[in-house]
Nanobody, 117 residues
Framework: QVQLQESGPGLVKPSQTLSLTCTVS??????????WSWIRQPPGKGLEWMGV???????YYSPSLKSRTSISRDTSKNQFSLQLSSVTPEDTAVYYC?????????WGQGTQVTVSS
């Protein structure tokens, strides 16, 4: 069974870049046709899909976040990462990594990221 675990700073200052890593175990991120997403949930709001990296390394982003978002991977460590630039307090949220592109089969436990000076 695939398991995912997010890691990264819990506090980021405005205008800086938020960086998170998802470590995958129990399966390879290069397994054919698998995809790996980043999703966030701001306080009091619903889930927001941010973007995905596919098994072949191709990436797709939410149009509303595309200009600030980058997803990459390290296949040697079986990890994929999120970078969100120019953050503001509105980017405060619980950030999740998950397996899947539009339907998510396995989730990490989530990590709280607060944007504040």
């Amino acid at each position: 069974q695939v398991q995912l675990q997010e890691s990264g700073p819990g506090l980021v200052k405005p205008s800086q870049t938020l960086s998170l890593t998802c470590t995958v175990s129990g399966g390879s991120i290069t397994t054919s046709y698998y995809a790996w997403s980043w999703i966030r949930q701001p306080p009091g709001k619903g889930l927001e899909w941010m973007g995905v990296i596919a098994y072949d390394g191709s990436t797709y982003y939410s149009p509303s976040l595309k200009s600030r978002t980058s997803i990459s991977r390290d296949t040697s460590k079986n990890q994929f990462s999120l970078q969100l630039s120019s953050v503001t307090p509105e980017d405060t949220a619980v950030y999740y990594c998950a397996r899947g592109a539009t339907m998510w089969h396995s989730w990490g436990q989530g990590t709280q990221v607060t944007v504040s000076s």
